[in-house]
């Protein structure tokens, strides 16, 4: 058991909760908070491997990480727009009763 | 300057030697070797991340799920210190605490979803069923998995990049992935901006979108 296993398998447990809340929530905004969770979760895997293998460059692990969290960024203001409008047409955003296309 | 600031960690060690001597003896049992500090972190900032996952999912306010998501944040911000990236730490407090947050907190008012909202019921139990089934699938896959395939001997400790070599490959080798999530982060804003505003453009006899 190296200290790379552990930080592997906090970031499983990440993981883990981010799925759980993806099944439990029943509004968007509850699942963005999820996925926000996963995306914390890679961030963290990906850095601890780069950091654990001594072949690999750990500052490649580390710009790897940055483009997680512009990634997770970007996706969280097109979410917001997504809700707003949503809101907007349904009047309420749970996802049971978002299931009209048009 | 320099010198009043060194003198003051100087001081600060001094006065913590003492304590901090006795929980190493208290731990030694448990904890042996040079790195029990390391390991005492890494306890705590687990804990940290466990405590506020659990709020972030379980909680029945939206608002307090959104705390618990900032105190997952600061677990993780301190394991990338621990992981030698006080960068990487850094941009995790600028980034997921100061932008991203505060976006959720706006996804919450705009939609109106706090004490008393859509969330506040309990979930049903099979759908809580299927939660538990969710939480225990990765980890039943994939725990055993890295368990098994940990490596043998220990790893030496990771190094610290200068912030001066992560800049140089950002605009050296990997300044296409930079200009790259440069545009996907200016397409994401757009997009945002005209889906916020489409329904309020004034109508030119055209159908209300």
């Known amino acids: 058991m190296t200290t790379l296993t552990f930080f592997l398998l906090a970031s499983l447990l990440l993981l883990a909760f981010g799925i759980a809340g993806m099944i439990t929530r ?29 072949a690999a460059d750990g500052a490649l692990g580390q710009l790897a990480a940055l483009f997680v969290m512009g990634l997770a960024a970007a996706e969280a203001t097109l979410i917001l727009a997504m809700l707003l409008v949503v809101q907007r047409r349904f009047g309420k955003v749970t996802a049971r009763d978002i299931s009209v296309l048009r | 300057m320099q010198q009043d600031v060194t003198q003051g960690a100087t001081t600060v060690l001094e006065y913590l030697a ?10 030694s049992p448990v904890l042996p070797g040079d790195e029990w500090a390391a390991y005492l972190a890494f306890a705590l900032y687990v804990l940290i991340i466990i405590g506020g996952a659990l709020g972030a999912v379980l909680s029945r306010n939206l608002i307090r799920a959104m705390l618990g998501l900032v105190m997952t944040f600061l677990g993780v911000a301190g394991m990338y210190l621990l992981l030698a990236s006080p960068f990487l730490a850094f941009m995790q407090l600028l980034i997921y605490v100061g932008a991203v947050c505060v976006l959720i907190f706006f996804a919450v008012m705009l939609t109106r979803n706090t004490d008393g909202g859509e969330e506040s019921r309990l979930p049903s139990l099979g759908q809580l069923f299927y939660g538990a089934l969710a939480f225990l699938a990765p980890l039943a896959v994939a725990g055993p998995f890295i368990v098994m395939h940990a490596g043998r001997q220990a790893l030496e400790t990771p190094k610290t990049e200068s912030t001066a070599s992560l800049g140089a490959g950002l605009l050296g080798s990997y300044v296409l992935p930079f200009e790259l999530i440069s545009i996907i982060l200016l397409v994401a804003m757009a997009g945002a901006v005209y889906l916020a505003f489409r329904g309020y453009a004034p109508k030119r006899g055209g159908e209300k979108t």
Not at chain 1, 27 to 54: D, F, Q, R, W
């Open chain 2, 18 to 27: 003492k304590p901090l001597k006795a929980l190493q003896e208290w731990l």
């Open chain 1, 26 to 54: 029943r509004t968007l905004v509850g699942m963005l908070i999820s996925v926000e969770l996963m995306l914390n979760g890679a961030g963290l895997s990906i850095v601890a491997a780069y950091k654990s293998v001594p």
